[in-house]
């Protein structure tokens, strides 16, 4: 299927080279050249299912709304938008092109990062999500996730693709399509019970500093460890970071990536700066585009000049979309490291343990039922339905036990 689109020219100017990895039925994508400027390109097709009209007209729509945002959006970690087409055939986006790998590549083998490495990385990070979230409407990504975030060869993130991003509407209470990455996405946005805002993209950005930091996959256990628990070797503000960002409760959580900054900085021990954004200065702000659906549904994108030359952005990735619900984090302790005293920033203390201790009371208070139960049908008359002996008594107790036991073993962490 895909070897049709191998030196396949459009629009008489961006010319597809070769094939990316990680191509499915839905999407395909592609590495090209600009024939005018000579620059690498990225393609993003999305072929008609012509067997379902209905996942077509879907499909349009986010392609609808992903085009609306990459128009007004120019920052260096963000895809620069070039061109569009769009026939009964297929939709294609060209956005630039950067070389890079996801973040998911450099945690594949479960090694904690440094400290430091994870500093720099999100301290490049936050003025990208600053970025979107001071937009105005602002603009929610929510599909931040390692295999969502690329590097280049320099180590600066770049994130890529805006099928799941949307623009926050005031005047709504919850998101008209629920988008949610196992693991990553908040419970409001993964249960669709509340509209997604920049608190939500500030959650799945504290799942992934606490898989930079521990190694560890937050999607591998129903109940998110503290980060201190798995290493007592980092600052616990880092700990205490994490806890609030990934609370279960978005009035919990820090309320802007400022406020997060704020902790951050202290790890730093300078101030963050959450503005940086060279877009602007080394790349001309791109050519107006309009986007209008016409009445077959193929929407059409019509410009008022030349492209400029633009800053290299994007490659694609994807990942599974399922629901999970994770239980609010631990509390963090405050402790003193040399001279300087880390206080962690304050949050609820976790309830972990209160699953078990509920089962447990249920537990003991069916054993306690069934060792009295000849009492209880002797009471209501009806003892000769039923005659517990002591071994059925000592069967019931020991029943419990064992399954108080399994229990704990399947419900706690598997860290």
């Known amino acids: 299927m895909t070897g049709q689109y191998i030196n396949k020219i459009y629009l008489d100017r961006y010319k597809i080279i070769e094939e990316l990895p990680g191509n499915n039925d839905f999407e395909l994508t592609f590495k090209g050249i600009d024939l005018q400027s000579n620059k690498s390109v990225f393609f993003r097709v999305i072929p008609a299912d012509k067997e379902h009209p209905e996942l077509r007209e879907q499909s349009q729509r986010f392609i609808?709304?992903?085009?609306?945002?990459?128009?007004?959006?120019?920052?260096?970690?963000l895809p620069a938008f070039l061109d569009s087409v769009s026939n009964k055939d297929e939709n294609v986006i060209i956005t630039d092109y950067r070389e890079g790998v996801p973040l998911a590549d450099?945690?594949?083998?479960?090694?904690?990062?440094?400290?430091?490495?994870?500093?720099?990385?999100?301290?490049?990070?936050?003025?990208?999500l600053k970025y979107l979230h001071t937009q105005s409407p602002p603009i929610i990504y929510r599909d931040l996730q390692p295999k969502s975030i690329f590097v280049d060869n320099t180590g600066n993130p770049f994130l890529t693709k805006y099928e799941a991003a949307r623009v926050y509407k005031a005047d709504k209470i919850k998101d008209t399509v629920v988008v949610s990455t196992r693991g990553y996405n908040p419970p409001e946005q993964a249960l669709g019970k509340g509209q997604s805002d920049a608190r939500s993209d500030i959650y799945s950005l504290g799942m992934v500093i606490f898989q930079m930091l521990t190694g560890k996959d937050p999607t591998a256990s129903l109940i998110l460890p503290s980060v201190s628990d798995i290493r007592k070797d980092i600052s616990p503000i880092w700990a205490g970071l994490v806890t609030?960002?990934?609370?279960?409760?978005?009035d919990k959580r820090y309320a802007s990536i400022d406020d997060l900054s704020a902790d951050?900085?202290?790890?730093?021990?300078?101030?963050?700066?959450?503005?940086?954004?060279?877009a602007s200065q080394s790349h001309p702000v791109q050519r107006p585009v309009t986007v209008t659906p016409t009445v077959s549904g193929v929407f059409t994108a019509s410009t008022t000049s030349k492209p400029s030359d633009t800053q290299t952005t994007l490659q694609k990735e994807s990942a599974p979309t399922t629901v999970r619900k994770t239980p609010e984090p631990y509390a963090q302790k405050s402790v003193t490291s040399n001279k300087t005293i880390h206080k962690a920033p304050t949050t609820e203390a976790h309830d972990s343990w209160i699953p078990f201790v509920l089962a447990a009371l249920i537990i003991i208070t069916l054993t306690m039922l069934f060792l009295n139960f000849d009492k209880i049908l002797d009471a209501v008359g009806i003892k000769s339905f039923l005659d517990l002996t002591t071994a059925h008594k000592t069967a019931v107790g020991t029943g419990s036990a064992i399954l108080l036991l399994l229990s704990y073993i399947f419900l706690k962490p598997k860290y």
């Open 264 to 278: 951050l900085s202290r790890i730093k021990g300078s101030p963050i700066d959450t503005n940086k954004n060279t």
């Open 64 to 77: 609808f709304k992903e085009l609306s945002l990459l128009q007004r959006l120019h920052h260096d970690g």
């Open 244 to 250: 609030k960002a990934t609370n279960i409760k978005p």
């Open 106 to 128: 450099k945690l594949q083998n479960k090694t904690p990062m440094g400290e430091q490495e994870t500093l720099n990385f999100i301290e490049k990070l936050l003025p990208i």
